[in-house]
């Protein structure tokens, strides 16, 4: 089944340690990308990555880090989490610029 | 500047009423767009997508959506709402890559 998998799906922590969402997608994409969801902001991309060791930033990416070593893997890194990075986050991929992106089931962080 | 705008926060139909949702964006080229749900507590899907071509597009769960050029518009619509329409929807804008643009959404509440 083509899926996008997140873990863990809840996490609460504390803030300025280290933390790290891992994100894998079946489907051979090139494209992944990171957002973050709040209410009334809707989702805002984070960082994308293009293709392995291609990364890009979004629209908020302060405050994280991501890394491209393999094609189906694509982790979100938080160095030294704050509590205005309490949120849910989504891992997005797609098979090209005019394709539309798959979805995971995101992951809700709460950093205290 | 590239932006997407959903001006309707929350809107609540009756089931069986139609429905529009309206969704506007600034691009300067032609864009990709997109239109997803999101069920409390899951991921986004996919409902429908426009490229190119045929203005209006069907998609999925008997929704539609018109791409007016002229209005920067790309309004989703449904004939008939069913209960389990109720959630939240999203309008995107893929603008190069896998850059994309969210608007802050539209809750849809359903009354029996």
């Known amino acids: 089944e083509a899926q996008v998998t997140q873990n863990p799906r809840y996490l609460i922590t504390v803030t300025g340690k280290k933390l790290t969402v891992t994100c894998s997608q079946n489907m051979n994409h090139e494209y992944m990308s990171w957002y973050r969801q709040d209410p009334g902001l809707g989702l805002r991309q984070i960082y994308y990555s293009m293709n392995v060791e291609v990364t890009d930033k979004g629209d908020v990416p302060e405050g994280y880090k991501v890394s491209r070593k393999e094609k189906r893997n694509f982790p979100l890194i938080l160095e030294s989490p704050s509590p205005n990075q309490t949120s849910l986050y989504f891992c997005?991929?797609?098979?090209?610029?005019?394709?539309?992106?798959?979805f995971g089931d995101g992951t809700r962080l709460s950093i205290l | 500047a590239q932006s997407v705008t959903q001006p309707d926060i929350h809107i609540t139909v009756s089931e069986g009423a139609s429905l529009e949702l309206r969704c506007n964006y600034s691009y300067g080229a032609t864009p990709y767009l997109f239109w997803y749900v999101q069920s409390p507590g899951q991921g986004l899907q996919l409902l429908l997508k426009y490229f190119s071509g045929d203005t209006l597009v069907q998609g999925i769960k008997g929704f539609e959506a018109e791409f007016k050029r002229s209005q920067s518009s790309f309004n989703l619509r449904k004939p008939s709402v069913h209960w389990s329409d109720a959630a939240e929807y999203f309008c995107a804008l893929k603008t190069s890559y896998d850059k994309v643009i969210f608007g802050p959404g539209t809750s849809l509440s359903v009354i029996p």
């Open positions: 997005a991929s797609s098979g090209g610029p005019n394709q539309p992106q798959h």
